[in-house]
């Protein structure tokens, strides 16, 4: 059974910075597609960041609206995704969800199997 649990939401700031983890069970996030999404209430949901499995060279991408100021890694040995956020700003604030797929593809374009509950981040202006 694949778990996702994510941790480190809060209250930030602007400017400021959080680091988001993604805890897994049931699957080797350095074998997988990786990926952070966020949602706002009402909206659809966005991707964030992804990561390539290290066999695939481990390449990350990034939405415009973050690039330069997140940064997605993984800590093999501990089995956990992050996503280090700095220089917050208020439409930063949502729930952040953590997300694992299923097989290969493009890492950035491809659908997600797997969820977390999410973890939400609010920054004051």
């Known amino acids: 059974q694949v778990q996702l649990v994510e941790s480190g939401g809060g209250s930030v700031q602007a400017g400021g910075s959080l680091r988001l983890s993604c805890a897994a069970s049931?699957?080797?996030?350095?074998?997988?597609?990786m990926a952070w999404f966020r949602q706002a209430p009402g909206k659809e949901r966005e991707r964030v960041a992804s990561?390539?499995?290290?066999?695939?060279?481990?390449?990350?991408v990034y939405a415009d609206s973050v690039k330069g100021r997140f940064t997605v890694s993984r800590d093999n040995a501990k089995n956990t995704l992050y996503l280090q956020m700095n220089s917050l700003k208020p439409e930063d604030t949502v729930m952040y969800y953590c997300?694992?797929?299923?097989?290969?593809?493009?890492?950035?374009?491809?659908?997600?199997?797997?969820w977390g509950q999410g973890t939400q981040v609010t920054v004051s202006s």
């Open positions: 997300a694992a797929a299923v097989g290969g593809g493009a890492c950035w374009t491809r659908t997600y199997e797997h």
């Open positions: 049931g699957i080797t996030v350095s074998t997988r597609c």
């Open positions: 990561i390539y499995p290290v066999y695939a060279g481990g390449t990350t």
